[in-house]
């Protein structure tokens, strides 16, 4: 059960010679790397057996053959079968909770961890290379080992260890996204690679070109790889159950952010209703430590005691109907495994008879003294209460034996009922069955609770029709989402030594490197520098040599002589310039291009296929005006004289090309809708 960390790593780009940890051997046979291999070859069936339905379904449609057809059709009801199989091995695999539990002999109830979402490679290497050569005009080649960096830490990244160290390996992948993305993706330029994910619940393969997806799957395996860490924690120790609750809070935490940072998902396992219900899972679980905190050290046989427990177990319950509830709703039930919610069911019940156990102890166990505080028993016990049966009062209870044991043989009557129906539910399911410590632990609990009613058992036990109360839940430690640091934690850019992203970025253009030749005059070199860096030329004299070599107004100094200067301040370009003889030197410099096209890319806002909205711009364009520097553009005029020039026209503020308008060339025709995103 032990994580293989191979032993070699790979520099973090810093520069500073320190490696980051590479992930899990993908060899090593532990519990969890056959779980993830039976995955990955189980999505890779799936993806087969459905790309098969695919291309009989394109068939059915396209033959009028009537013996094609029922050929087609029977290929297609075994494809069906055959998916639905694969479907229930993959349900089965998000069911082996065992591999994830942990490796002590403990006497605790399992807990539900989450899968790692599986990937296929990823090769950056010829795309980003190309795009170095062709939009910032540098030599791909040299970035290689850049590129080497990059794909080893996402490889690094499908087998990341069980441990704080994977957590921060998929941490620092994903912040190395955004800078990939400002490097190398542009809204106008498509790198040519493709990202599929499948879903950790269908296997369904999604394939997107731009990082969403990415940086969503991301997350979601870190807040899987907390919900691991929570599951293998020892919660037989303080320690372990510490380091449980942490880990379960950090994994709703991550699938909170997740949830409302990326709306949009194609994934159905990343789809809002999928991790709402996950979010209340992972608080339960969090939750369910949290009591076994306090029962840790012993619960202590005092009345007030078990009244604290029998509200704390009451909050269990309740926050694992909640989960059932949200698993059986559409659509999130027809994708969860069954073995979740019935163990969620399992929950429900346990936990609520456990609260009528602690309660029925109280009042059975315990009867009023002289000593005993008489105002602080009542208060506390109203408060367990919401109502209470006709003729019952919290302080008839406590002073009147008899109704105090009528009371108590009421809530153990229904803590029995309660482990009997949770022992019913847990025989339904047949991956349930195989996890014979939780079968263990309800039948401990039904025989505690059978030994207590037979304990208290009297001759007008069957006549006695008292329904016990409700208890309400209340905790003193409510398990909430936590955001974990790691996800704050700073990388330094794989392509630094591109430049500033503020200006080398793949949203701006620039001109190609040009030489200019810089002399002084009076030891002037005709022109100011400022800004950070890159440094900025400004106030240039026309006159001067470096003007008349090419220098212009606004350009950007990458490099003097054979020193790059891109990360250069003023003060440190102007070192390099003050010792500038009567030779010269050489300065490579770039000039910025407008981001934006000179026409705009639409000539009007498409809704269901009709035009809505006509641009100023596209109706005053004369497309017989091909040279942009010929072009005349009237001058704008100001907002208050629109209604001073327009009196005698319709109330519209922009006229439409009408039939007495001519046009040379018609405006482009612009599909309605852009898909950025492929599903298979």
């Known amino acids: 059960m032990t994580d293989a960390l191979l032993p070699n790593g790979h520099k973090d780009g810093k520069g500073d010679g320190k490696l980051f940890r590479k992930g899990c051997n993908p060899f090593a046979q532990t519990g969890r790397s056959k779980l993830q291999n039976k995955r990955a070859n189980l999505n890779q069936q799936i993806i087969k057996q459905m790309r098969m339905r695919a291309g009989a379904e394109n068939l059915l449609k396209a033959t009028s053959n009537n013996k094609v057809k029922e050929m087609v059709l029977l290929e297609l009801s075994y494809v069906n079968s055959n998916l639905q199989l694969l479907m229930g091995q993959l349900e089965g695999l998000n069911s082996s909770v065992e591999v994830y539990q942990s490796s002590q002999e403990t006497a605790n109830i399992p807990l539900i961890a989450l899968g790692l979402k599986e990937t296929k490679e990823v090769d950056f290497s010829t795309p980003f290379k190309d795009y170095i050569i062709s939009h910032y005009n540098e030599d791909g080649a040299s970035y290689e080992d850049e590129l080497a960096d990059l794909m080893d830490l996402r490889q690094s990244c499908r087998t990341p260890s069980r441990s704080e160290a994977g957590v921060e390996l998929l941490a620092k992948y994903f912040n190395h996204l955004p800078l990939v993305e400002s490097r190398f993706f542009s809204p106008t330029h498509h790198s040519g690679i493709f990202f599929t994910w499948y879903d950790s619940f269908t296997g369904v393969p999604v394939c997107q070109q731009n990082l969403s997806l990415e940086k969503a799957s991301m997350l979601f395996n870190m807040a899987a790889l907390y919900s691991q860490i929570g599951t293998r924690s020892d919660r037989q120790t303080s320690v372990g159950l510490r380091d449980a609750i942490s880990a379960f809070q950090k994994a709703a935490g991550i699938l909170n952010h997740l949830k409302e940072t990326f ?267 400022k800004g950070d860096a890159p440094v900025q030329v400004v106030s240039l004299d026309p006159l001067c040599p470096a003007a008349a070599d090419g220098l212009k107004e606004g350009d950007y100094i990458v490099a003097v002589g054979e020193v790059e200067c891109k990360w250069m301040g003023v003060g440190e370009v102007m070192r390099l310039l003050k010792d500038v003889d009567e030779q010269g030197v050489d300065i490579t410099v770039i000039s910025m291009l407008d981001s934006n096209p000179t026409m705009p890319a639409k000539s009007a806002t498409f809704c269901g296929n009709l035009p809505k909205t006509y641009s100023m711009i596209c109706l005053a364009y004369d497309s017989d005006d091909k040279n942009g520097k010929s072009r005349k553009i009237s001058k704008k005029s100001s907002f208050l004289s629109w209604g001073l020039k327009n009196k005698l026209k319709s109330a519209s503020t922009v006229s439409l090309p009408t039939a007495e308008q001519s046009w040379n060339k018609p405006c482009p025709a612009f599909p309605s809708t852009y898909k950025d995103a492929t599903r298979y």
């Not at 009345?303 to 989960?323: C, G």
């Not at 059932?324 to 019940?349: A, E, G, R």
């Not at 019913?424 to 505690?448: G, T």
Request: hydrophobic share 35%; glycine share 2%; charged share 25%.
């Open 263 to 529: 709306t949009h998902t194609p994934s159905y396992d990343m789809s809002p209703a999928m991790l709402a219900m996950l979010i209340r899972m992972m608080l339960a679980q969090a939750q369910e430590c949290l009591f076994e905190q306090l029962a840790l050290p012993g619960v202590r046989n005092e009345f007030l005691t078990l009244l604290r427990m029998a509200q704390e177990a009451a909050k269990v319950s309740e926050i694992y109907d909640h989960v059932h509830q949200s698993m059986i709703q559409t659509p999130v039930k027809d994708n969860v495994p069954f073995f979740w919610s019935t163990m969620s069911q399992v929950k429900t019940n346990h936990y609520r008879s456990m609260a009528h156990y602690f309660l029925a102890s109280a009042l059975l166990d315990h009867h009023m003294s002289p000593s005993d505080d008489e105002d602080k028993q009542e208060k506390t016990l109203s408060q367990v209460y919401d109502h209470l049966p006709d003729g019952c009062s919290p302080l008839d209870i406590l002073k009147k034996k008899d109704q105090r044991e009528r009371v108590g043989r009421a809530h153990i009557r229904r803590a029995i009922t309660g482990h009997e129906e949770a022992l019913r539910i847990y025989s339904l399911c047949h991956h349930l069955n195989k996890l014979e410590m939780l079968q263990d632990i309800l039948k401990a609990s039904h025989q505690r609770s059978l030994h207590k009613a037979s304990d208290n058992q009297t001759d007008e036990e069957f006549a006695d029709y008292l329904e016990a109360p409700d208890i309400i839940s209340k905790t003193e430690h409510q398990a909430e989402m936590e955001f974990p640091a790691v996800l704050k934690v700073k990388v330094m850019d794989f392509f630094r030594r591109l430049g500033p992203l503020s200006v080398f970025s793949a949203k701006q253009r620039w001109t190609p490197p040009r030489t200019v030749r810089l002399r002084t005059e009076d030891r002037d070199l005709g022109f100011t520098l």
